[in-house]
Each structure stands twice: as structure tokens, then as C-alpha cells.
């Protein structure tokens, strides 16, 4: 386990409504990050971060954006949800540094958009 | 083209059976390469970490990397139903982001 919880688990949203998922990490980790993993695309970057307040792109950013206000905490939030963000994300965190860029991930959150 | 590719499978293997699982990469400059392990409806799980060319072996998985063909393997020796699973390769360089594959699809069935 690497102390890493997601919520929601599963959603169900409408489209045009804004989602936010949360992520909490009790590791004290530096990085977060946000991942979709969708078939045929594997697990795709949207953003991550490297300290409180402090967050970069990845290459699937459009359409999200994030906050992390706590160490512990990394927010994701679609501001208005389309078909297209359908898809399991997934938080994962990682001490950062030079030496690799080893990170665990959670448990997913499943997100339907109809 | 992708910087990493994997063949998505599906494989499917009788109890037993040594697995081959394979991903190519296109930039010379990544150093750290990774296997992930994922479960149905689960996260990844890390299960192999090396940096460096050659053979790295953990009980029944043996990551194998050789830089000169950018190429990396795992290998899992008498595969049981529990092995079966989606492997994900990711590599990154240093400081980087990882780049994941696909993931390979397993099945060993008993």
C-alpha cells in the first residue's frame, strides 16, 4: 500500500458539469501526478507537481486543470466534463529527485460522462 | 512513431510456462527502466526497477535491458494464475517523466 487515496472511486457525470478528483498521499512525497489510462493509449500524463504550488503540464493537459494547495493533497478538476474524459485516472506519487523517477500509483477512480 | 512501444497481446500461457514480455524505445537517453504490474481494476504496482544494462532477477522475474538495441524484457519463470495480469514497461532519463508502453495483456491459465 502505498499510502496514496483516491476520491471519488467511481463517478458518473453529465456532460458540460465540473468534476474534480482528489488525491491524498500520506508519504510526504514531493511529486504527484495525474495519469489517465485508456485502451490502446496506455497510462498518459495530464499534470504534475513538484511541490506546493508548483505544477507543470503533461501531454494530455487540455480540458484539466490541477491545484495542490498541501503537500498531501493534489486536486484534479475537469471544468466542464465531455464524453472524451470518459476514462479510469489514476494519482501517483514519487519522491522526485535525480535518481530515477520511481512512483506508485493508486487505486483509480473510474469516470463516466454521458 | 511512439517512444515506447509494447505489443498489447493478449498472451495467453499454460501454468508453468517461462513468459516473455518485451517493449522497444526510440530515445537512447533514457537510463531507468521499469516493469509494472497491473491487476483488473487495480493501480500499477512496481515490480521491477533497473538503470542499467544487463539482467536483474527477483525470485521468478528476470528484467533484462540492452541499451544498444533499446530493448527491454521481463521474464517470468514457471508463470502461475496469479501471474496473469497487464505488464506495463516504463522508462524514463534523469529527473524525467516516465514514458509508459502500452501494456502486454497475460493470461496463464492452469
Known amino acids: 500500500d502505498a499510502g496514496i487515496t483516491q476520491s471519488p472511486r467511481h463517478k458518473v457525470t453529465e456532460t458540460g458539469t465540473p468534476v474534480t478528483l482528489r488525491c491524498h498521499q500520506t508519504?510526504?512525497?514531493?511529486?504527484m501526478y495525474w495519469y489517465r489510462q485508456d485502451p490502446g493509449h496506455g497510462l498518459r500524463l495530464i499534470h504534475y507537481?513538484?511541490?506546493?504550488?508548483?505544477?507543470d503540464k503533461g501531454e494530455v493537459s487540455d480540458g484539466y486543470s490541477v491545484s495542490r494547495s498541501k503537500t498531501e493533497d493534489f486536486l484534479l478538476t475537469l471544468e466542464s466534463a465531455t464524453s472524451s474524459q470518459t476514462s479510469v485516472y489514476f494519482c501517483?506519487?514519487?519522491?522526485?529527485?535525480?535518481?530515477?523517477?520511481?512512483?506508485?500509483f493508486g487505486e483509480g477512480s473510474w469516470l463516466t460522462v454521458v | 512513431q511512439k517512444e515506447v512501444e509494447q505489443d498489447p497481446g493478449p498472451l495467453s500461457v499454460p501454468e508453468g510456462a517461462i513468459v516473455s514480455l518485451n517493449c522497444t524505445y526510440s530515445?537512447?537517453?533514457?537510463?531507468?527502466f521499469m516493469w509494472y504490474r497491473q491487476y483488473s481494476r487495480k493501480g500499477p504496482e512496481l515490480l521491477m526497477y533497473?538503470?542499467?544494462?544487463g539482467n536483474k532477477e527477483d525470485g521468478r522475474f528476470t528484467a533484462q535491458v540492452d541499451k544498444s538495441s533499446k530493448y527491454i524484457s521481463l521474464f517470468i519463470r514457471d508463470s502461475q494464475p496469479s501471474d496473469s495480469a497487464t505488464y506495463l514497461c516504463?522508462?524514463?532519463?534523469?529527473?524525467?517523466?516516465?514514458?509508459f508502453g502500452q501494456g502486454t495483456e497475460l493470461s496463464v491459465k492452469p
Open positions: 501517483a506519487i514519487s519522491e522526485g529527485g535525480n535518481s530515477g523517477n520511481t512512483i506508485y
Open positions: 508519504e510526504n512525497h514531493r511529486y
Open positions: 507537481s513538484y511541490g506546493v504550488k508548483d505544477t
Open positions: 530515445n537512447s537517453a533514457f537510463q531507468y
Open positions: 533497473t538503470y542499467s544494462s
Open positions: 516504463a522508462i524514463s532519463n534523469q529527473g524525467g517523466k516516465l514514458i
